[in-house]
């Protein structure tokens, strides 16, 4: 007669409560890490000073230009859209615009480092600067919400396009997070990534792109950002 072994079919019993804990903590995980995703309804224009930054806001609330001048308080505005967002543009005044990119951090949709493509050579350590700031926020990481480098200012004859600038600001970001690691003197501070790595955008918490764009004059051209604004 055949001897049916029931070796095997003890064994993957005794397995069952193993398989079923294991499958609990992925799922917990996943569940966690899905909160830890869940999109926010604010979209924040952020950089330096001189960057274009108001007229951006102008030309998306309004669809025209806006007198600008140099504000220590942030100008907010509904978007229409599904769903609808809203819009805050955070002025560039280096004391003051890390302290208020905390308040609208914790409900962040997408982060637009607007930077100036026209000086963009004499600005990029400026401008970097204001990038990293936006990479290395708690708050912002968590939410692995899209980061997009615009490029404005795209109608002058000296701009650079948006392939190098990403190129230039990947340089610029791996030497200041390497002297920014080194400094670190307590908890609250953070660095981007670990010392002696160089900085990838495509390695990052924050999907990090790169559009252009013009502001003002009568070349005005926004299209890129409007296109990205909408698939949040």
């Known amino acids: 007669k055949a001897v049916v072994s029931t070796q095997s079919t003890g064994d993957v019993t005794n397995m069952l409560p193993i398989i079923i804990a294991v499958l609990i903590v992925v799922l917990s995980f996943l569940l966690i890490k899905q909160l830890g995703r869940t999109k926010g309804n604010t979209v924040i224009l952020y950089g330096i000073e001189?960057?274009?930054k108001t007229a951006l806001f102008g030309q998306l609330v309004a669809g025209k230009d806006l007198q600008t001048h140099i504000s220590l308080k942030e100008n907010t505005s509904q978007l229409g859209g599904t769903p609808p967002v809203t819009l805050v543009d955070i002025p560039g005044n280096v004391r003051l615009r890390s302290q208020i990119l905390n308040t609208y951090a914790k409900n962040v949709r997408g982060v637009v480092v607007v930077v100036d493509s026209a000086e963009f050579v004499d600005?990029?350590?400026?401008t970097c600067e204001a990038l990293y700031?936006?990479?290395?926020?708690?708050?912002?990481?968590r939410s692995q919400c899209p980061v997009l480098l615009l490029c404005n200012k795209q109608d002058y004859e000296m701009a650079r396009g948006?392939?190098?600038v990403m190129a230039t600001l990947e340089t610029e970001l791996t030497v200041l997070n390497e002297t920014s690691s080194n400094s670190l003197s307590d908890d609250?501070?953070?660095s981007l990534q670990p010392p002696?790595?160089?900085v990838k955008f495509d390695k990052l918490s924050n999907?990090?792109?790169a559009v252009g764009s013009t502001s003002v004059g009568s070349e005005v051209d926004i299209s890129a950002l409007k296109k990205w604004i909408a698939e949040l």
């Open 50 to 52: 001189g960057a274009g």
């Open 207 to 209: 999907p990090v792109t």
């Open 162 to 164: 948006p392939a190098a």
């Open 188 to 190: 609250t501070q953070r």
């Open 196 to 198: 002696g790595t160089t």
């Open 123 to 126: 600005k990029k350590r400026e």
């Open 133 to 141: 700031e936006v990479l290395v926020h708690e708050g912002i990481q």
